[in-house]
C-alpha cells in the first residue's frame, strides 16, 4: 500500500516562495505519473503540475507556468513542487497524487491514492 505525505505548506506573503515536498512508501516514484493539485473549500480540485516517470516531461496549469517547478527525486521517492512569485490566489490544499496512466494528464480522474495535503495560504 503506497502513502504519500505532503510537507512544506505554511503561510506566505504575497511575491515570496515556498517549496512542498511530497514523500511516498511503498512502490517507487518511477514507476507512476506524479502530480500536484489543490483544492480550496467546496471547490473541486485543480490541476497544478505533473511529471512523467522518467522526470523528463513536466505539465503544468497555465496560471502557475514560470512561476512552479515541479520535481522528482526517483532515488529518494520524493517530488517537489517549488513555488515562487506566490499569489493570494494560491491559497489552497495541495496535494500529490499519483497516476497510472501512461501520459502526463491534467484530470482528476486519472490519479489516486491521494495524500492528506498541506495548506498554503498566501497574504497579501
Do not use: H
Request: hydrophobic share 35%; aromatic share 8%; with cysteine.
Amino acid at each position: 500500500q503506497v502513502q504519500l505525505v505532503e510537507s512544506g505548506g505554511g503561510l506566505v506573503q504575497a511575491g515570496g516562495s515556498l517549496r512542498l515536498s511530497c514523500a511516498a512508501s511503498g512502490r517507487t516514484f518511477s514507476d507512476y505519473v506524479m502530480g500536484w493539485f489543490r483544492q480550496t473549500p467546496g471547490k473541486e480540485r485543480v490541476f497544478v503540475a505533473a511529471i512523467s516517470r522518467s522526470g523528463g516531461t513536466t505539465r503544468y496549469e497555465d496560471s502557475v507556468k514560470g512561476r512552479f517547478t515541479i520535481a522528482s527525486d526517483n532515488a529518494k521517492n520524493l517530488v517537489f513542487l517549488q513555488m515562487n512569485s506566490l499569489r493570494t490566489e494560491d491559497t489552497a490544499d495541495y496535494s500529490c497524487p499519483r497516476s497510472r496512466a501512461g501520459p502526463v494528464r491534467a484530470d482528476v480522474a486519472a490519479y489516486d491514492c491521494w495524500g492528506q495535503g498541506t495548506q498554503v495560504t498566501v497574504s497579501s
